[in-house]
Each structure stands twice: as structure tokens, then as C-alpha cells.
T-cell receptor, first 117, second 118 residues
């Protein structure tokens, strides 16, 4: 099955700095890579995702890059703000057209991001 | 956007009792729902995949007789923790994906249910 490794486990930055979180995956069949932000006691919220047919995607201060050959993808947050503080999870899964039970989302262990004012 | 509602958000029960958690997709049909468990400061661990009208598929190490999953309709899946013990205390989260054909990729998560077993 899929194995997703995420680094670092904790990350502390100053407000305004950039933050980068990196993930690797093992299953070459994975073709969908979402990133979730989870605040304490809350549900994970999708912040950005990327499919394997593109190498980079941006949404305002957030960007994700994907290197299929190396099987790694990264989250980049620029101009960080205190409200960006949360746990961030990367994930990987294979998309398909068939209804079934084998489209599981495998999560990384998470990165606790702290943005200091 | 799509909404997944989970109930109850918090439940405290005595050891040995059973607890049911509901997961509903409010504005879309979800052929597949997923149940996760999350311990403090840890990642989401998939427990089982619930498909409407069929038996759930459990991950390795998850006891199907202890964690009963029922997906009786396209908008409702339930997780019942039977004979709960303190070690079952955790944050349980469901998620759902859009239904019948194709796969948009995105999963929508419920609010989560914090179970505390005394």
C-alpha cells in the first residue's frame, strides 16, 4: 500500500517568512495529492491539491509542487501570518473512474506550523 | 461547497457501552465514506471504507466486530463502537466523496466526534 512520509514534524517561522513542508510517497499509481490544514479539535480543511499531470499549482500565498519522478511534493506558504498556525497534512491517493473501495487517502504524519508574530 | 455533518461532536460513555456516530452528506450523494481515527497530535488513520449497500472494507488491524459500520443510504453512514473501553477514546472523523461516476478527488470531512470512555 501507499506510504506517505512528511517532514518536518514541527516548523516555527516568523510572521512574514515562508514555510515549506515536504512529503514523499511510495506508490507510483498515486496521482492526486491534497494538502489539509487542521486546527485543534476541528476537521481537516482542504487548502490546495495537485494532480500528477501538473508540476505546480498556486493559490494566492499557497503553492504546491510535484516531482513525479522523485515521488515527492511540497507545500509552500509565503508571507506567513499567525492564522496560518495549524497542523498541515499531506496526502496521496489514486483517482479512478470506478466506484470502489480502493481510493483510500493516505496521510502523512502532519506538520505543526507555528507562525510567531 | 459540499457539507458533511457528523453527530455527536462529543460523547462520554461508560466502559462496556456502545456508542453510535453518524456521518451525513447534506447536499450530495456519497457512495463511499471513510472513517478515520485520530489520536492526539497524530495523523488520521483510516479505519474502514464504507460503500453504500455493501459491507465495509476494514483496514488491517481494525476489528470489524468492534467497529460496526453501516452505510444504508447514499447520505448516511454510521460507526458503532461496541463495548467501548478507555483505549477506544479518540477523535473519530468521517469523510465522503462525490458519488456515482467519476472521481473529483476531493474528500469532504465531517466535524469529527470526540469519544471519551470512562
Amino acid at each position: 500500500g501507499e506510504n506517505v512520509e512528511q517532514h518536518p514534524s514541527t516548523l516555527s517561522v516568523q510572521e512574514g517568512d515562508s514555510a515549506v513542508i515536504k512529503c514523499t510517497y511510495s506508490d507510483s499509481a498515486s496521482n492526486y495529492f491534497p494538502w489539509y490544514k487542521q486546527e485543534l479539535g476541528k476537521r481537516p480543511q482542504l487548502i490546495i491539491d495537485i494532480r500528477s499531470n501538473v508540476g505546480e499549482k498556486k493559490d494566492q500565498r499557497i503553492a504546491v509542487t510535484l516531482n513525479k519522478t522523485a515521488k515527492h511534493f511540497s507545500l509552500h506558504i509565503t508571507e506567513t501570518q499567525p492564522e496560518d498556525s495549524a497542523v498541515y497534512f499531506c496526502a496521496a491517493r489514486a483517482l479512478g473512474l470506478l466506484v470502489g473501495s480502493n481510493y483510500k487517502l493516505t496521510f502523512g504524519k502532519g506538520t505543526l506550523l507555528t507562525v510567531n508574530p | 461547497g459540499a457539507v458533511v455533518s457528523q453527530h455527536p461532536s462529543r460523547v462520554i460513555c461508560k466502559s462496556g457501552t456502545s456508542v453510535k456516530i453518524e456521518c451525513r452528506s447534506l447536499d450530495f450523494q456519497a457512495t463511499t465514506m471513510f472513517w478515520y481515527r485520530q489520536f492526539p497530535k497524530q495523523s488520521l488513520m483510516l479505519m474502514a471504507t464504507s460503500n453504500e449497500g455493501s459491507k465495509a472494507t476494514y483496514e488491517q488491524g481494525v476489528e470489524k466486530d468492534k467497529f460496526l459500520i453501516n452505510h444504508a443510504s447514499l447520505t448516511l453512514s454510521t460507526l458503532t463502537v461496541t463495548s467501548a473501553h478507555p483505549e477506544d477514546s479518540s477523535f473519530y472523523i468521517c469523510s465522503a466523496r462525490f458519488g456515482l461516476a467519476g472521481d473529483t478527488g476531493e474528500l469532504f470531512f465531517g466535524e469529527g466526534s470526540r469519544l471519551t470512555v470512562l
